[in-house]
């Protein structure tokens, strides 16, 4: 089966998943139906707090670097307690992989950005197309856009 997403970087226990194994993950980190935290998103997903407890990160303060191979994207951000507790990584769709179409193979939602009050998160935090995740000591790869200009040029391209 095809991996659907890895997690490594600064972690005790580096992962990859198949849509099978996410699946199968505990039932207290799964989240059958994602429009329940986000009526406009679909799907099946995972808190983001279950996934970094089955990894371990190895140091307390780190950042988060969310990987789109796809389209060579990422997006790195502190992890905070409110990115974390709130963080959804959605990765099927009617009990199917997550299309593409649909921003498959996984694809990281924070619910409300502007709640984390940090300048490090916006609507691009959240990453369509990933397929890996980093654990890293300092910022790690970051092709957010950095003015209004490249901002209105990514989403014209609907990232």
């Known amino acids: 089966m095809t991996t659907l997403l890895t997690i490594d970087g600064l972690v005790a226990s580096p992962q990859s998943w198949t849509l099978a194994d996410l699946q199968s993950l505990a039932g207290e ?19 983001l707090k279950g996934i970094l407890n089955l990894v371990q990160p190895t140091i307390d303060d780190f950042w ?10 990422s997006s790195s951000i502190p992890a905070d307690a409110t ?4 963080g959804i990584v959605i990765y099927a769709l009617d009990g199917e992989a997550l299309p593409v179409e649909k921003g498959g193979p996984t694809r990281f939602v924070i619910p409300n950005p502007a709640a984390c009050q940090t300048a490090e998160l916006d609507e691009c935090a959240n990453v369509k197309f990933l397929d890996r995740i980093e654990i890293t000591a300092e910022r ?6 950095t003015n209004e200009e490249e901002h209105a040029a990514i989403h014209d391209h609907d990232h």
């Open 29 to 47: 980190i799964q989240i059958p139906d994602v429009t329940e935290k986000i009526p406009d998103r679909k799907g099946a997903g995972l808190t």
């Open 64 to 73: 988060i670097t969310f990987h789109a191979s796809h389209d060579n994207f």
């Open 83 to 86: 990115v974390i507790d709130t």
């Open 140 to 145: 790690g790869r970051d092709t957010r856009p």
